[in-house]
């Protein structure tokens, strides 16, 4: 599948991307290789494949929730820019 500029204009208006004529035809190509490269995958026999969200297998490392003795303030804020009160100090989102 080819695209042409117009094409690639029209997906940058889409995108509200202002893209330059020299953009265009350097995008026009490659958005062009990105999909024959789509349709060639659409020709593989997937049938029997588990959908997957990972290429890999992943295991989360999560430690035990187990209780424990709370950090001392004065070193939980040690490299705080601003505390006060044994609380971290932000500036205020919001007025009022």
Not at 7 to 13: G, L
Not at 26 to 54: M, N
Not at 68 to 95: G, H
Request: glycine fraction near 4%.
């Amino acid at each position: 599948m080819s695209l042409s500029k117009k094409d690639v204009e029209y997906v940058a208006a889409l995108a509200r991307l202002h893209v330059s004529e020299e953009e265009k035809e350097s995008l026009s190509h490659e958005l062009s290789r990105i999909l024959e490269h789509a349709s060639e995958l659409q020709k593989l026999d997937l049938d029997g494949v588990e959908p997957t969200s990972h290429v890999g297998v992943t295991q989360t490392v999560i430690r035990k929730d187990e209780p424990r003795e709370s950090m001392p303030p004065e070193l939980v804020l040690q490299n705080a820019p601003d505390a006060e009160d044994d609380q971290f100090k932000v500036p205020a989102v919001m007025e009022g």
